[in-house]
């Protein structure tokens, strides 16, 4: 069975960070691609950060790289997002996604990405 899971969402204040937590198995476990994506009602998911599971290279959305970073757990198909100096703008279910694909430059789309988590709410207030 194919398992993608999130952790770490919450509620915090404007300035405040949070650590998210992804880890997946299973089918969901073979792909060479992991990803965070955030999605907001009403409006299309977007790709904040992503892991290239080979060899832990980092992506990182342009509108979020100078307070998010994303890392690889080596002994595990995990991955955490940290997040730092959150905005009332990253208010937003985030969601982790895995998949195989062959050109980096795909990391953020996605219909790349087979197996999906249910998704981890972060709230940010002012």
């Known amino acids: 069975q194919a398992y993608v899971g999130e952790s770490g969402g919450g509620s915090v204040k404007a300035g405040e960070s949070l650590r998210l937590s992804c880890r997946a198995s299973g089918d969901a476990a073979t792909g060479n691609y992991m990803a965070w994506f955030r999605q907001v009602p009403g409006k299309e998911r977007e790709a904040v950060a992503g892991i290239r599971m080979r060899d832990g290279t980092p992506y990182v959305a342009d509108s979020v790289k100078h307070r998010f970073t994303v890392a690889q757990d080596s002994a595990d198909i995990a991955m955490y997002l940290t997040m730092n100096s959150l905005e009332p703008a990253d208010t937003a279910m985030y969601l982790c996604?895995?998949?195989?694909?062959?050109?980096?430059?795909?990391?953020?789309?996605?219909?790349?990405?087979?197996?999906w988590g249910h998704g981890t709410r972060v709230t940010v207030s002012s």
């Open positions: 996604a895995t998949g195989s694909f062959k050109y980096s430059g795909f990391w953020n789309l996605t219909k790349f990405y087979g197996y």
